[in-house]
């Protein structure tokens, strides 16, 4: 039996988020990703927003650990398995029989992350039962989209409401020690007295190595409306997606530069089930007992 269940709530950063979008940074100032929003009065305005494949990105890789950490699979897979597993994969010509029909089966009866996130691996491109929105943040040009989501808007206004911090990166190339990492062919002169004439060592002409840059980012305490959905998953899949959602809700973080301290939210979800009924399935003692045909299936994402 099959469950669908839709997962929509409300997510708050608890620090900056970062989160580009690829567009061209403006001088020295990555921006934040925007997309095109039309106003109930017809113009178009550009939003930042948090994309879904980033939030996805992140799930999937709560899936991977996880998954790691039953199976143990270290050093057993192949680079494209591993890849297909914790980054999605990517389609490449097959040599031998594409993976579907029974074999296809076989691999989401063993491994709920290709079951859940999909991937593309074995020559084709595996879907998943997993949807993931986009975090729409509560601003007043996106009002009509938050209250059509059933979430109660900050009144903010977009402009005010994004901030860019800056950064510098430091040039050490005066700094003590860092001389010392590469070879000196650097001769003093000395002089018939036999005092060095340090007045006549070169200066530096290298330019100062020293950068200023920016990142917009959205500001602590910006509040996002979020939704998830499963279709149709089986009682392992739906199992297996409740302990990655627990592990991202415990300490979620989104977007980029994480390890400078961007990204991290609380994020509070409702869950709405839309058909079916979840079932207690404890997915870590299944493929533990079915650890070698799990290890057997991962060699079919090669």
């Not at 550009?46 to 270290?74: A, C, Q, T, W």
């Not at 010509?93 to 709920?112: E, T, W, Y």
């Not at 200066?203 to 279709?231: C, H, K, N």
């Amino acid at each position: 039996m099959t469950v669908s269940i839709k997962y929509v709530g409300v997510a708050t950063a608890l620090s900056s988020i970062a989160h580009a979008g690829g567009d061209r940074p403006r001088g020295t100032t990555t921006l934040l990703r925007r997309e095109k929003i039309i106003q109930p009065d017809g113009r178009v305005v550009y939003v930042p927003m948090i994309s879904g494949n980033s939030v996805r990105g992140r799930l999937r890789r709560i899936g991977e650990d996880l998954l790691r950490e039953v199976l143990e699979y270290e050093g057993e897979i192949s680079l494209a398995a591993a890849h297909a597993l914790r980054g999605g994969g990517s389609l490449a010509k097959q040599i031998g029989q594409n993976l579907s029909g029974l074999r296809l089966a076989h691999v989401r009866s063993l491994i709920p992350q290709v079951g859940v996130f999909g991937c593309a691996a074995g020559g084709r491109v595996i879907d998943g039962c997993l949807q993931v929105g986009k975090w729409v943040p509560h601003y007043q040009e996106v009002g009509h989209i938050i209250e059509a989501l059933g979430a109660p808007s900050q009144g903010l206004r977009m402009f005010d409401s994004t901030q860019v911090e800056i950064y510098n990166s430091q040039d050490d190339s005066d700094t003590h020690g860092f001389a010392d990492l590469e070879p000196q062919t650097l001769t003093v002169p000395v002089a018939d007295d036999g005092y060095p004439e340090l007045d006549a060592l070169p200066g530096s002409d290298a330019p100062s190595r020293m950068l200023t840059y920016g990142i917009e980012t959205f500001p602590a305490g910006t509040q996002f409306s979020v939704w998830l959905a499963l279709t149709r998953a089986n009682a392992m899949e739906a199992a297996f997606f409740t302990d990655i959602l627990s592990v991202f809700t415990a300490d979620a973080r989104v977007g980029g530069r994480l390890g400078a301290g961007h990204g991290m939210a609380a994020v509070t979800l409702k869950e709405n089930l839309i058909h079916g009924a979840l079932e207690p399935f404890d997915w870590r003692a299944h493929l533990r007992s079915h650890r070698r045909q799990a290890i057997d299936a991962l060699a079919m994402l090669s």
